[in-house]
């Protein structure tokens, strides 16, 4: 609040400073003041009203509070004249996959990566996500684009489990599994890994596979110094993991 009073005063000395009016709404709107901060927007633009920043602000408003479609509206307006803008591709293509328009999303993100000078992991999550989405025909589509991001960004964790999610959805068993692998290999601790390698397994009805892979997060959770696997997060995955042996022991294949 005391940097809101301090931009007011200024404006207060030049009152027709649209600059002023454009940092006050910004700022107004990270404190969720929407309609002083929209107010504010107003000012700035009859102020100069050819400037194209003031839609990218009203953007970034909109998709705050809810309004998709008027940030689409505005966004686009600012997109005709900068359409290689990183940051206005991705409010856009926000504002589409709200609106179910995930295609369209889709084709933002990727300008907004192919731009984008150091792009991160989100956008090739959120462009995966939409495709995703979209249904089965897409989800090679959401691999590939996972897979540059992989390529670009080396073997995230973030990137390679929204793989393996993606990989169950088509059925892709082995191919969900040789992905977790790779988590796997780049991890001091193996017993997560193992543990949700052998729900997999079981889960495709591979239950003798998914005994070893419990056997072997268990015995990887043995090897934790106690100040470690005494902790309630580890010690819930022990139980779990018991509780998962026990199932396939009591409904043994046939």
């Given at each position: 609040?005391?940097q809101?009073?301090?931009?007011t ?23 969720v ?6 107010a ?23 998709l705050?509070?809810?309004w ?6 505005v966004?686009d ?7 290689n ?13 709200r609106?179910n328009?995930r295609?369209a999303?889709?084709q ?18 959120e ?12 989800f090679s ?9 992989i ?39 193996k ?13 495709a009805?591979?239950p ?10 268990l015995a ?35």
């Open positions: 609040m005391l809101i009073e301090e931009v005063r200024q404006i207060e000395k030049d009152p027709r400073n649209p600059e002023l009016y454009l940092k006050r709404g910004e700022l107004r709107r990270l404190h003041e929407w309609d002083a901060a929209y504010d927007y107003q000012r700035a633009s009859a102020l100069a009203p050819d400037w194209s920043l003031i839609d990218l602000a009203r953007g970034r408003l909109f705050d509070s809810g998709p479609l008027s940030a689409r509206a966004l307006r600012f997109l005709i004249h900068q359409p803008h990183v940051e206005a591709l991705i409010l856009r293509a926000r504002a589409l996959a609106l328009l295609l999303a889709a933002d993100y990727s300008r907004a990566i192919r731009f984008s000078p150091e792009p991160g992991p989100d956008l090739f999550i462009r995966a996500q939409v495709l995703a989405a979209e249904g089965s025909a897409y589509s959401a691999l590939r684009g996972l897979d540059e991001g390529q670009k960004l080396g073997p995230l964790v973030t990137l390679q489990l929204f793989a393996v999610d993606v990989e169950l959805k088509q059925k892709n068993i082995d191919g969900a599994l040789a992905r977790l692998d790779k988590v796997a290999e780049k991890s001091p601790r017993e997560t890994w193992l543990a949700r390698r052998g729900e997999i397994l079981q889960q009805g591979r003798e596979e998914a005994r070893q892979a419990f056997k072997a997060a990887s959770f043995q090897t934790l110094p106690p100040t470690r696997r005494n902790v309630p997060a580890m010690l819930e995955l022990e139980r779990r993991l018991r509780r998962q042996l026990e199932l396939i022991d009591a409904n043994p294949a046939r």
